[in-house]
């Protein structure tokens, strides 16, 4: 079973930027699409951006330009980092495993971002 936690989530005033963080229990990102999510109050909860296997990644529109997943393969730990900060990117960001082979899915336990106007 996967398991993935993040951090580096937190307050930051609108322009500003964060840098978040998943770990992940073992060497996943072979065999895993990975992607970043999050959820507003009161909304479902929608894609951010992914990467694949194969390095090939992929953003939502409300967040091109402004935010960047990577990974760290040694490390087994994915990144975003979120840059110009906007109050609507408020939100808990949750980190998603989904494996190729058989599209199970794991999420991590979420991290909370506000951006203050």
């Known amino acids: 079973q996967v398991q993935l936690v993040e951090s580096g989530g937190g307050l930051v005033q609108a322009g500003g930027s964060l840098r978040l963080s998943c770990a992940a229990s073992g060497s996943i990102f072979s065999s895993n699409i990975m992607g970043w999510y999050r959820q507003a109050p009161g909304k479902q909860r929608e894609l951010v951006a992914t990467i694949t296997p194969f390095g090939t990644t992929n953003s939502a529109d409300s967040v091109k330009g402004r935010f960047t997943i990577s990974r760290d393969t040694a490390k087994n730990t994915l990144y975003l980092q979120m840059n110009s900060l906007k109050p609507e990117d408020t939100a808990v960001y949750y980190c998603?495993?989904?494996?190729?082979?058989?599209?199970?899915?794991?999420w991590g336990q979420g991290t909370q971002v506000t951006v203050s106007s």
């Open positions: 998603n495993a989904r494996k190729v082979s058989s599209s199970s899915v794991a």
